[in-house]
Every structure is written in structure tokens, then in C-alpha cells.
């Protein structure tokens, strides 16, 4: 079964320094209809303003991943850690037992825009931890890039979750398939430009739910990149 999520149908939270596109229910917006798919529980587009950021705030017993499409993202968490987040970079943060952390846009006059997004641990109460990777264009033109997955295999980040995130970039005569386990689900996000998957047209923003499917397939991209997210049922 394939179900289209249109950009335009999810929820939005614009706060002035945040513009917001929730993809799954998040914060004041709630819907019954769409509060998750299998373990994937949160995909939030956010764009925000230079020179702000979200405080120190904690988490707990959950995987979230950033993904960065433009500017940088300054991250600082109650572990230590303080790195930048740039375009291309796959940065994982188990909240597990509880973590705190910030994120702020320091450049002036560009705005950061990027995912991000909410898997459920395989358990409650990990050791917090974190872990960013780097993964250049190359690796990801005109196929499906593995950036994160529970063994790590392929040079991806480790997932404390049974979840695996793919990342594709397509123009004009590329395209990609990928076999999927019927038995588990699969979540497409299109973070940008056109691409067709299993023969529709999706549009920046836009997203595919996939269960009980064989296959996937991507052509016909334009300026495409997308996330494809292997699920527990």
C-alpha cells in the first residue's frame, strides 16, 4: 500500500526566528492521523533565522538525527560535545536516559535550514551518546547512500534503533531501486526539488508511506534530494 504526504498538508509553526513544516505531530500541532509511521515518530523542516537557535533544553529516549541542507547548525549537549552541522553531515544523538542540548545559527545574513528527525530506541534508558559523519555529494549522486543504520555498516552512524536512513541525489536520466522487506514498512521525504517515486511525482516537502511493498523506485529527478527510511512494522 502507497499513501502520498503532501508539503502543504502537514503542520506548520512559523515563530518569527522559526519557520517550522511538522510532518508528524509535534508540539501544538496534533494529528490523530499522523502522529508517526512504524518507529519514525518525528520529521520536522525547519529554516532558522541568523543569530538565533533553540536554548538548552533536554530529550530523552529518543534517536534524533540532523540532516542539514543549507547553512549550519552549531550544536553544544550536556556530554561535551560541540561541533558544527554543515550541509551533507548526518549527526546522531541518543537522547537515552536524558541529554541536553542547543542549537543556534551563528552566520550572519544566511539561514539554516534542515531535519530534524525522531526515531524510538530499541529500549528506554541508553547511555547517551553521539556520533556525526560527514558524507559528500559523490556518494550520494544517482544512488541511494546508507548514512545510518543500527550496525553501522558501511561507514554509516550507528542507530540505537531498528531503522536505517538512505540519502539519494537525482537529476535529469538518474534513478535508483531498492528492494523492501513487504514484512516492514518505508518512508520517503523529498527534502528538495522533483523526483518520481513508483510512478508518482513528488515535489519538495512532499513524502510517500510504502507497506507490503516489494520495491522502490526513483527517476526523472530535478535538483532532488531525498531521504528513504527502512522502518520496523
Given at each position: 500500500m502507497i499513501t502520498l504526504r503532501r508539503s502543504q498538508d502537514r503542520g506548520q509553526a512559523d515563530h518569527g526566528w522559526l519557520n517550522s513544516f511538522h510532518t508528524?505531530?509535534?508540539?501544538?500541532?496534533?494529528?490523530p492521523a499522523h502522529m508517526g509511521f512504524g518507529n519514525l515518530r518525528v520529521i520536522n523542516e525547519d529554516r532558522i533565522a541568523p543569530g538565533t537557535g533553540f536554548g538548552t533544553h533536554g530529550h530523552r529516549?529518543?534517536?534524533i538525527?540532523?540532516?542539514?541542507?543549507?547553512?549550519?547548525?552549531?550544536?553544544?549537549?550536556s556530554m561535551g560535545n560541540g561541533e558544527a552541522i554543515r550541509p551533507g553531515d548526518v549527526q546522531r544523538m541518543t537522547a537515552g536516559s536524558g541529554v541536553r542540548h542547543s542549537e543556534f545559527n551563528h552566520a550572519e545574513g544566511q539561514t539554516t535550514h534542515f531535519l530534524?528527525?525522531?526515531?524510538?530506541?530499541?529500549?528506554?534508558?541508553?547511555?547517551?551518546?553521539?556520533?556525526?559523519?560527514?558524507?559528500?555529494?559523490?556518494?550520494?549522486?544517482?544512488?541511494?547512500?546508507?548514512v545510518a543504520a543500527p550496525d553501522g555498516r558501511d561507514g554509516a552512524v550507528t542507530l540505537n534503533a531498528d531503522a536505517a536512513i538512505r540519502v539519494g541525489l537525482f537529476d535529469g536520466l538518474e534513478s535508483a531501486e531498492l528492494a523492501?522487506?513487504?514484512?516492514?514498512?518505508?518512508?520517503?521525504?523529498?527534502?528538495?526539488?522533483?523526483?518520481?517515486?513508483?510512478?508518482?511525482?513528488?515535489?519538495?516537502?512532499?513524502?510517500?508511506?510504502?507497506?507490503?511493498?516489494?520495491?522502490?523506485?526513483?527517476?526523472?529527478?530535478?535538483?532532488?534530494?531525498?531521504?528513504?527510511?527502512d522502518l520496523a512494522a
Open positions: 508528524f505531530s509535534f508540539a501544538e500541532y496534533q494529528d529516549d529518543m534517536e538525527v540532523s540532516y542539514v541542507l543549507e547553512g549550519e547548525l552549531a550544536h553544544r549537549d530534524q528527525i525522531w526515531i524510538l530506541p530499541d529500549r528506554r534508558d541508553l547511555p547517551p551518546g553521539y556520533e556525526q559523519k560527514a558524507f559528500p555529494a559523490e556518494e550520494k549522486r544517482g544512488r541511494l547512500r546508507l523492501l522487506d513487504p514484512r516492514r514498512k518505508a518512508w520517503v521525504h523529498l527534502a528538495r526539488g522533483q523526483l518520481t517515486v513508483n510512478g508518482e511525482v513528488l515535489h519538495a516537502g512532499d513524502a510517500m508511506a510504502l507497506a507490503g511493498e516489494h520495491q522502490l523506485s526513483l527517476s526523472n529527478g530535478s535538483g532532488a534530494e531525498v531521504l528513504v527510511f
